[in-house]
């Protein structure tokens, strides 16, 4: 199996985490928009395959969260601040979104474990406690009228993606360094 | 649900809540485990059993605005005896009940549902008992086969008290609560998987979980998209069953398991199996990865809260009236959705009704046979019209005192209110299970006050339209809780208090113009002492300027839709201390100043310190006044020929004082001092 390429993959969804952290914005258009890092990830998939096969359950629900925040990007850059009727599906995105990067995740970390890399064990403890973060960010509560309570929270979001950036980034690394040989997972 | 209104809302919103999980189920269909796709079921149990106006917030779509709007129209021109017309609908529970004989259509129809909920639950009832019967009917299997049977059974802890052969099944099933009973097909060979399928059935937790969805199936009886969900229920629940059973086969055993071939097992539901579904969930067992505990834990909490909590901002807000692109009815629906929460949001509403004339946010705030009338006129698409109106008028004689008599003024035009300004409530104070105090709207201009101006004031200036007095208009009021919503009423006679300046480019309202809180005379040796207190409270109105990429910049004003859950954010107690010095004073020919420090005690026992204004006496202060940032104020006046022998000194404090301690300086020597505590006067 080629290294390189997976190499490469995980470099594209470690750029595509780092870019999920921050937001470039200039009046009311986000520079950098999420769509984008999904168009990463959904590119990186397909350098995975071969050594997870069960990251392509993820394809399918990557384009529905890339096409979400493609409409959240539009909705917001013509001037539209106001999601209520939309809450509906705003909801489902944050299921989804909570399934997605604990699923990607774990398979990353399934990719470190197969090359008997390091990073298996931070990629774990980094997916359960943004498992964790997204999950309470996403319950009904207004976060953000405690002025306290929301820089908290934005800081710890920062936090975890660069630590997600620096996990990743080095699993990149150590994978381009060489090791063990990647093999095909069989049907798990 | 007292009403058909109430159930059409729970239904409506329970129906919603299935929609939601389904859509999530599909999308996570062949990624969480099959336990997992019973479970989130849960949330949809839970929805079930919680009302849908139980915290008050609109469950992703605004079904109550739209619930309650189809109410008014349908509902106006029926008695009926279940439904308030001016009332929001609610659900106070997930279970109906009669309040009373029907009377309008809608009764009736709510009353066809209670006996359609009655007649499926006895369906149910019945369709139990025949079962039941069925399997007493039955022929018993010989002893030796039930023996093996019973250890089959107590392998998965399962004790069976006897085994059947019934001809009408077509494979194993279980029945009983309390004394289990095998069942088996008669004249047909049964493989041991099959058995095995039925014993994991009937648990005591799966007869209750059976038991309540027939129930809710009963309660929503009418609803065909609840029947769509509960089978969908069913089939997860088989799947999930299908689960276990393979959870306990060996792996050489599991390739052989087919679903298929278990038809008419017992099921929540005495419907037909879907076999196809069946064999489908079979192979998706073996695709969704294992060890997703964690992840369906956190999807299965947020769609729980989500469906219980419903979305963070209100749907439905009061929309300004000039937006009127919506129906009469959908307004009063807005209206209804919108109940006054707290007392400054009555008030606010209430004196935006005002402003506007709008009888319908007057009813908002207005106790419930006020209500009637303004709603049934805003229907009829009556407005509130104030000219013609007669009401008092006190002229100004300063710019913070009115003349003592009042006159009456007819007014040709109506209130002109200033828009920009709005409003504010002075002097609250508790009463009778309520609050009464002032309601004071700003008028920029009052046409009637042109000829109480004192004309000479302004250089023979001519009073045109630009320089009319402005004015308050003062609207004694009590507010209070019906039931569960705030309501306000007028309680005395209306009056316009004229500002004592004319308005050029912008109005000025004294705060201390209208009557105050508490007034309080003090006589002492030098003179005497009167001290007023007012207090003021302000909604936050403000509407701030707002910039975008693709808008201009708008400029701030005031907020003209009503806040009925507003809060008070500005209070402040604005106080006025005058000293009228005794008879004979321009006698004493030494007098060349007096004055007053004036310090409000805001701790409870809390002893005035004058120590920090003995600075000030001095002759370079002989003709001056100041304050600092502790709400300490004073005042010096020269004694001359022109002075009247009062001196007065005002102050505002950001919170409420426990008393206002006063300090008279004769030639910049204290002569005697007051304390007023809560009303108390300490005297000199």
Known sequence: ?188 | MENIWSFLLQTLSVSLIGLLLLVVKLLLRNRLSPRWQYAVWGVLAVRLMVPASTYGKDIFLPLPLWVETVKLTVEQGLSSAYTAFYEAVRVVAPVPWLSGGPVSVTDWLFLLYILGVFGMLGWELFASLRLRRRFQNGEPVSAQEFRRLQRMGEREGRTICAAVFLPQLTSPMVCGVFHLVLGLPANKPVEETAILHAFLYPTRWNILQSGFWRVCRALHWCNPVMWFFLRQVNHDWVSFCDHQVLERLQEEEQEGYDPGRLTGTSAIFDGEKDLKEQAEAAERRSIAPKGRTLVAVCVTVVLLCSSLLGTVEKTVEIRPWWEGDGSRQEMVAISHCNPCTTAAGALDTYAKGMMQENPLYCAMASPEARRKQLEDGFLRGEGQKTASETVLLYPAVSYDQAAEAPVKVRLEDGYRFDTDRGYRVQNLKEKDGGQTGLLILYLYTVPEGKEFVEKDRFDDMELTESYLPSGQLVCPVRVWREENRYVVEETGERAIYLSYDIPNGGAEYCERMVPELEAEKAVGKYGTMTVHRWSVYQVDNEEKAETSVWDWERGSGFCEIPKPDAAFSVIRWPWKVSYQCVDGWQDRENLQMVGLHVMPLIEEGEQPDFSELDAYLDISNLNASGSDNRGVSWNHCRVDETWDGEVTVEGVCETDTQGLAVRLIWNFEEKESFTIRGGVNDGP
Request: aromatic letters at 10%.
């Open chain 1, 1 to 188: 199996m080629d290294r390189n390429r997976v190499a490469r993959a995980v470099g594209l969804i470690a750029w595509g985490y780092l870019l999920l952290c921050f937001h470039l914005t200039v009046g009311t258009i986000v520079l950098v928009p999420n769509w984008l890092c999904y168009i990463f990830f959904l590119k990186a998939m397909g350098g995975l395959e071969p050594v997870v096969p069960a990251v392509k359950l993820l394809f399918p629900l990557g384009v529905l969260l890339g096409v979400w925040e493609g409409l959240l990007w539009g909705m917001s850059a013509v001037g539209i601040q106001d999601f209520t009727l939309l809450y509906g599906l705003q909801l489902v995105a944050s299921v989804l979104m909570i399934y997605f990067h604990f699923q990607f995740l774990t398979n990353l970390a399934e990719i470190a474990a197969q090359a008997m890399l390091p990073q298996r064990i931070p990629l774990l403890c980094l997916r359960t406690i943004r498992t964790l973060f997204t999950t309470v960010t996403a319950l009904p509560i207004a976060w953000t009228e405690v002025y306290p309570l929301a820089v908290v929270l934005g800081i710890v979001g920062v936090v975890i993606g660069i630590c997600t950036c620096v996990v990743l980034f080095g699993l990149r690394k150590a994978l381009k360094r060489g090791g063990l040989p990647l093999q095909p997972e069989m049907g798990k």
